[in-house]
C-alpha cells in the first residue's frame, strides 16, 4: 500500500484481534490431521493456569501494539533521519510483509521444537530487534530493524493460540479466546493514542525512538515469566519444516503485498506488475506442492486436509472479507481525521475509543452469548457492523463540514461492537476442530489469512480513498469506501449462515 499524501496520516497497515479455538466445553476430535492428543484430563496434558495465560496475552499484545504505534511517529523519524516518503513506507510495510510471510513457519516451529520454547525465543528476539529500532542510526537501519522485528513478531503470534488451543479446554478456553480477542481490538486504539503520546511527551529526549523502546522492558518481562508460567506443549509427532512450501508461500505473499504497498509510492513501475501477474503463477505452485508432500507422507506447512476441515474453509472466507474491510476501514478514517478534519494523531486516535469500547465489550460478552445463540452470534454482529457503517455513512454526507469525533460516535461505536461480536465467535468456528496437535500450524494459518487480509484492506481501499478524495471530496470517498465495506458485512452475513448453529 502507498501513501503519497502528508505523513502525517495513520497508516495502520494491520489492525486486530486473531481469536481462535473450540468453544463449548469439548475436546477437538481425533483428526487424519494427526494422532489424538492427550485427553483433557491426562497427567501429561498441559494446563494454562491464569498467569500464564497473561504472560501469553502480553506476548501477544506487543506485536499488535507495533502496527500502529509506528504510524504516529512517522512525520518526526523523516524530519529526523531524512527518510523521504518511500522509504518511510518500507518502515511501515516491512514490519507487516515480514510479519505476515513468516506466521505459518512460525506456527510450525513451535509444533516442532515446543510453543513455550519458540514463545521464549520469540519475546528475546522481540525485544533485540524493538531496542535495534530504537537505536537505528539511519533510515535504512530502521527499515532492516523492522522487518526483523516483524519476523520475530511472528515467532510470538502462533505459540499464543497454539498455546491457548492446546494447554486450555471448554470454557475455559472460551474465555481465554474473547480476552485475546478483546486485546487485539484495543490494541488498535492504544497503538495509535499511546503512539501519539509517547512522541509528544519526547521522554529524555527520545522523541519518535520512544515507541520502539517502550517494548523492552515489556517483552523481557513476557520472556521471564513465560519460563515460569507457561506450559511447554509441541505436536506429539515432529515434522520436518517444508522448505518447498516455505519459499514458494513467502514467494506468494510478497508477489502480492509488496506492489500493493509500494507500488503507488514508486509510480506503479514494471516490476510492480510483474510481480502481481508472478502472484498466481506462485500460489498454484504452492497449492501444488502442497498437495504432492501430504500425498506422499510428509507434512505440508499447509495440510490440504486442514483447509478441508469444513469450520476451517468456511471460517477463512468470512475472515477475508472482514478482515479486509476493517484495515481498510482503520486507514480511511484516520486518513480523513487527520487531513480532513485537521486533528492530530493523539485526538483521531482518541475519535476511536468508541469502536475500541465497542468492541472490547463485545468481545467480552461472547462466551455466554455463543453458549446460548451458536453462530446466530455472527450473523447479527454483520448486521450491527453494516448498521454503524450506514449511520457514519449518512453522517459524512449530511454534514461535512460540521462533521467531529462526537458525531461521529454512534457509527464507530455501532461498527466496533459488530466487530466483536463477530471477531472472537468467528475465530472459534475455525479453529473449533483443529486437533491440539495440529494447533501451531492451523493458528498460523489462520494469522497469516488475517494479516494478508488486513494489509490487502489498505491496499485496495486506501488507494481507492486517496485516489478519488481530489475530485470527489473527501465526504464522498469516505463515504464510498465506506459503501464498499458494507457490501462486505454484507456478503459476512451471508456467510455466517452457511455455518453450523451450534457451535461446540
Avoid at 517502550?214 to 521471564?224: E, G
Amino acid at each position: 500500500m502507498t501513501v503519497t499524501q502528508p505523513l502525517t496520516a495513520t497508516r495502520p497497515l494491520a489492525p486486530a484481534a486473531v481469536p481462535a479455538a473450540s468453544p463449548g466445553g469439548t475436546t477437538a476430535p481425533a483428526s487424519p490431521l494427526s494422532p489424538t492428543p492427550s485427553s483433557p484430563s491426562s497427567p501429561s496434558s498441559p494446563s494454562l493456569g491464569t498467569a500464564g495465560l497473561v504472560t501469553v496475552l502480553l506476548g501477544a499484545f506487543l506485536p499488535m501494539l507495533d502496527f500502529f504505534i509506528v504510524n504516529v511517529a512517522l512525520p518526526t523519524i523523516d524530519h529526523d533521519l531524512a527518510a523521504g516518503p518511500a522509504v518511510l513506507e518500507l518502515v511501515a510495510a516491512g514490519y507487516g510483509i515480514a510479519f505476515a510471510v513468516l506466521l505459518v513457519l512460525g506456527g510450525r516451529l513451535g509444533d516442532l521444537f515446543g510453543r513455550r520454547r519458540l514463545f521464549v525465543v520469540g519475546a528475546a528476539a522481540f525485544a533485540v530487534t524493538s531496542l535495534a529500532c530504537g537505536l537505528a542510526p539511519g533510515a535504512w537501519s530502521l527499515v532492516a530493524a523492522r522487518a526483523a522485528q516483524g519476523a520475530s513478531a511472528a515467532l510470538l503470534i502462533p505459540q499464543v493460540l497454539g498455546t491457548i488451543t492446546a494447554a486450555t479446554h471448554g470454557a475455559r478456553r472460551g474465555r481465554a479466546l474473547s480476552v485475546y480477542g478483546a486485546v487485539g481490538g484495543i490494541s488498535v486504539v492504544i497503538g495509535q493514542v499511546l503512539g501519539g503520546m509517547l512522541v509528544a511527551a519526547d521522554l529524555f529526549g527520545t522523541g519518535w525512538r520512544s515507541v520502539f523502546l517502550l517494548n523492552v522492558p515489556f517483552a523481557l518481562l513476557a520472556l521471564v515469566l513465560a519460563l515460569r508460567f507457561v506450559p511447554e506443549s509441541r505436536a506429539p509427532q515432529g515434522a520436518k519444516v517444508d522448505v518447498a512450501g516455505t519459499v514458494l508461500l513467502t514467494a506468494s505473499l510478497l508477489a502480492l503485498l509488496v506492489p500493493l504497498m509500494e507500488g503507488r509510492a514508486a509510480g506503479w513501475p514494471l516490476w510492480s506488475w510483474l510481480l502481481l501477474a508472478l502472484f498466481p503463477v506462485f500460489a498454484t505452485a504452492f497449492a501444488l506442492v502442497e498437495r504432492r508432500v501430504e500425498r506422499l507422507g510428509g507434512a505440508p506447512l499447509v495440510p490440504p486436509t486442514l483447509l478441508r476441515i469444513p469450520e476451517m474453509r468456511r471460517g477463512l472466507g468470512i475472515a477475508i472479507p472482514y478482515f479486509g474491510g476493517f484495515g481498510g476501514f482503520m486507514f480511511v478514517i484516520a486518513v480523513a481525521l487527520q487531513q480532513g478534519l485537521h486533528l492530530g494523531p493523539v485526538a483521531a486516535g482518541w475519535a476511536l475509543v468508541p469502536m475500541a469500547v465497542g468492541y472490547f465489550t463485545a468481545s467480552l460478552s461472547g462466551p455466554r452469548l455463543i453458549g446460548r445463540f451458536g453462530s446466530r452470534v455472527l450473523t447479527a454482529g454483520a448486521a450491527v457492523q453494516a448498521l454503524g457503517l450506514v449511520t457514519l455513512a449518512v453522517t459524512v454526507l449530511a454534514d461535512w463540514n460540521g462533521f467531529s469525533p462526537l458525531r461521529m460516535a454512534p457509527g464507530v461505536a455501532l461498527a466496533g461492537i459488530g466487530q466483536g461480536l463477530i471477531g472472537t465467535p468467528l475465530f472459534r468456528v475455525v479453529l473449533s476442530k483443529v486437533p491440539a496437535a495440529r494447533a501451531g500450524v492451523g493458528s498460523g494459518v489462520l494469522a497469516t489469512s488475517q494479516q494478508s487480509s488486513l494489509a490487502l484492506g489498505v491496499a485496495t481501499l486506501g488507494t481507492l480513498y486517496l485516489s478519488l478524495a481530489p475530485t470527489l471530496g473527501m465526504d464522498r470517498a469516505l463515504a464510498l469506501c465506506l459503501g464498499i465495506q458494507l457490501l462486505g458485512s454484507f456478503t459476512v452475513l451471508y456467510l455466517t449462515t452457511r455455518l453450523p448453529r451450534s457451535i461446540g
